[in-house]
């Protein structure tokens, strides 16, 4: 059984930052892809962000030079820095991982971005 707990969300002014972290209780982590993904009232659940094991990043057009995702394999944990927040980045963010043929989510953090 794979849990990951996510936490940093907030309400924050256009323009400022937010760090949310995902804690993993999964075996191997250090193996394991980790990605974040976010949903907006009304929308459909879309990819932000993601890390393989070996720290290759790839990133949405839409957070590509604002949001860096990274990780600390000892402390099982991945963060995603999120700078120059924008109205439209409002929504839940997602922790996800892939694990013996399941895709495991967290529960979410809610990022609101005030104009």
């Known amino acids: 059984q794979v849990q990951l707990v996510e936490s940093g969300g907030g309400l924050v002014q256009a323009g400022g930052s937010l760090r949310l972290s995902c804690v993993a209780s999964?075996?191997?982590?250090?193996?394991?892809?980790m990605a974040w993904y976010r949903q907006a009232p009304g929308k459909q659940r879309e990819f932000v962000t993601r890390i393989t094991s070996g720290g290759s990043t790839t990133s949405a057009d839409s957070v590509k030079g604002r949001f860096t995702i990274s990780r600390n394999n000892a402390k099982k944990t991945v963060y995603l820095q999120m700078n120059s927040l924008k109205p439209e980045d409002t929504a839940v963010y997602y922790c996800?991982?892939?694990?013996?043929?399941?895709?495991?989510w967290g529960q979410g953090t809610q990022v609101t971005v005030s104009s």
């Open positions: 996800n991982t892939y694990y013996a043929g399941v895709d495991y």
């Open positions: 999964v075996t191997i982590f250090s193996t394991k892809m």
